[in-house]
C-alpha cells in the first residue's frame, strides 16, 4: 500500500511550488522592466535578459539558498557553542526521571491520537494532489513527445540529405566563417525538402540547405542568408533554445514561459539581423531574401531549429528597412546590468546564509564582550563503546560527578540533551536510531556538586550538564544541525472542566523537591527516584501505560505526555506550581517484552491515554495548530571506541 502523505508534507510541496512560480514570475517582470529600459539597445542584451528570466524557472530561489546554507554560509550550527548561548528549543527544568523500559515501548505506533481536522482533509487533499500531479505529468509527457517526434523527423531529413562539397554556396559560407572570426567549420547538407534554411543540432550544428533555393536568390541575398544562419551558430541559440524548451515542458500550464517564448524568438532573430547588417549586406537586399524564402520554403516546425524566417515578418521587415542604429550601452545602464545580476546572485546567498536558524543557540547580547563570555561547559573526560548486546532495556543517570547512559542511541541523547521528542527530530544516517552505545562521563570538579546549578533559575536556558552532552555529541559524534520551524497539529493541555476542578489523581504536592535534591547534593549524593510502585516523591516515573509524577510542574507533565501523542503538547492550563499525579491508561499496540520477562502489568480494557487524562487529571488534549521547531541533523558519524 502506498502511504499517504500528511497534509503538512503536502501543503508545505504546494507552497514551494507557489513561491517557486510567484518568484520567477516576479523575476520575469523586472526583466521585463530592464528591457523597456533598454529598448535603444541592441537586441542581443534584451535577448539575454529574457533568457535569464526563462533560466530562473529551472532555479528556485528556496534551492539556492538551501545549497549556500548547507556549505556552511552561515554561523555554525553546532551543539557546542561558546559564550553559553541561548537553546532553540525550550529546555524544560531539570527533574528526575526514570523510564521503566521493557523492549521499545515508545514508539508512536503505539499511541491512540484522536482524530483531528488534518487526519479529516488529509485522504482529500492527497486525492487532490495527486490528480494534479497526474494532470501535470500527463501534459509534460504530451509536450516532449510532440516535440521528439519533430526533431526526429528533421534528424532523419539531415541523416538523408547529402553533404555539400563544393560550389558557390560552401565557398560564401566558408568566407563568411573567416570574416566573422569563426575558428570552426559548419558542415553543410543539401536537402531535396522544401523546409527553410536553418541550422540542426545543439553541440553539432549543421546547416540544412534546401536544394534549388541559390538559383532563386541573387549572390549578395545568398550572402545575407548564410550570415543570419551563421550568427545562430555564433550565438549558440539552439541551445539556448532548447533550454527555455524544457521550461515549457515542465511549466506547461503557465502562460507567462510561452509568452518568454514568443520575446526570445522575437529578439533572437532581431539580433541576427542586427548582425548582418553590420557585416555590410544592404537592408534591401537583406529584406528581399527573407520575403523570397518565406515564399518558396516551409518555417521549421521545431523552435530550436534556427532558421531565417522566425518571429513576426512584417514587423522585421520594417525595422530592417529602416536600419536604425542601436544605440551602445552608457556606463548608467552598464552599471543598472551589473547591479541587478548581483542583485539576483546575491538575494538567495544572503537568505541561505541568515535565515536557517542554528541549532542550540542564539547571537549573544551586544552587551556582551567575547573576552567576557564564558565557555560551553565540557566533560573532563568521556568513555563511549558500542553495546551489541541486544537487550531492550535503557538507563540514563545523572550520578554526582558522572553521567551515565546505558544502551542508548544517538537519537535518545540528543532528545535528552534538547528536551525533543522523535518527531522533532529529522534527517541524519538511519543508524542514530538503531545503533547502541554505552556512553560513561566524568566532569571536572567544578560541574560535581551541582551540574544545573547556573540555569536553574531561567527554565529558557539548557543545564550545565546539557551543554555538556551537546558539546560530547559535537565532538564525539561530529553532530551537525539546523532548526526548521514548521506549523504543525499540536496539542495544549487545558482544564477539561469549566469549574477548574482538578480529577481524583491529580493534586497540589507538598514536597519541595528542590530542597531535597540541594540537600542530597550537598552531602555527595542524589536522591533517586522510586524505582516501582507507589507514589512518587519527586521526579517523574513512565512505564509503559502509566506515569507518575511527584513535585513537577504541568509544563513537565505536558512535556512527557509529547512522547506518546506524537506531537507536542503545550502547558496551556494557567497552573502554577508543582503537581503529584499517577495516570493509568491502556496503549493501542502492547510493547514488545524481552523473553522471560514477567507480565506487563497493563489492563486491556483499560481507558485511551486521551481518555485516562480526562477522567484521572482534570485536563484534555486539545488539538491546535502551532509553530514547532524541528531539529534537522545535518551531519553525523560514529564515534571512535575508547
Known sequence: MIPIPSLATLTTASRLVADHLWQSTLFAGAAGGLTLILRRNRAQVRYWLWMTASAKFLMPFAALAAAVSRLGWRWPATFAQPGGAVPAFPVVPDVAVLIDTIGRPFTQSAVRSVPDSSTLFQPMAATLFLLLAVIWGVGVAAIVSTWCVRWRRIARLVRTASPVLGGPELAALRRLEMITGMTSSTPMVSSETSIEPGIFGITSPVLVWPRGITERLA????????????????????????????????????????????????ERERACDEDVVQLGSAPQEYAESILKACRFYVESPI??????????????????????????????????????????VATPIVIGAFSTPQVGAEPAKASASPQSAAPDPTFEVASIKLNNSGDGRVAIQNQPGRFIATNVTLRMLIRNAYQLQDFQISGGPSWIGSDHFDVVAKMDNGD???PFSAERQDPTRPTRLQLMIRALLAERFQLAAHTETKELPVYALVLARSDGRLGPELRRSDTDCAALVASARGRGGVPPPQSSGGNLQCGIRVGPGTMSIGGASLSQLANSLSMFTGRVVLDRTGLTGTFDANLTWTPDQMPQRPPGAPELPIDPNGPSLFTAVREQLGLKLDSQKGPVEILVIDRAEHPTQD
Do not use: Y
Open 448 to 450: 560535581v556538586k551541582d
Open 219 to 266: 549572390a549578395r541575398e545568398v550572402d545575407a542568408i548564410l550570415a543570419h544562419e551563421l550568427c545562430h551558430v555564433r550565438r549558440r541559440d539552439n541551445l539556448a533554445t532548447s533550454v527555455h524548451m524544457l521550461v515549457q515542458a515542465v511549466w506547461w500550464f503557465h502562460p507567462l514561459v510561452w509568452w518568454l517564448g514568443a520575446r526570445l524568438v522575437d
Open 303 to 344: 523552435s530550436c531549429v534556427a532558421g531565417v524566417t522566425g518571429s513576426n515578418l512584417r514587423e522585421r521587415i520594417e525595422r530592417i528597412m529602416t536600419n536604425q542604429r542601436a544605440d551602445r550601452l552608457n556606463g548608467w545602464r552598464r552599471l543598472m546590468l551589473a547591479a541587478a545580476a548581483l542583485a539576483s
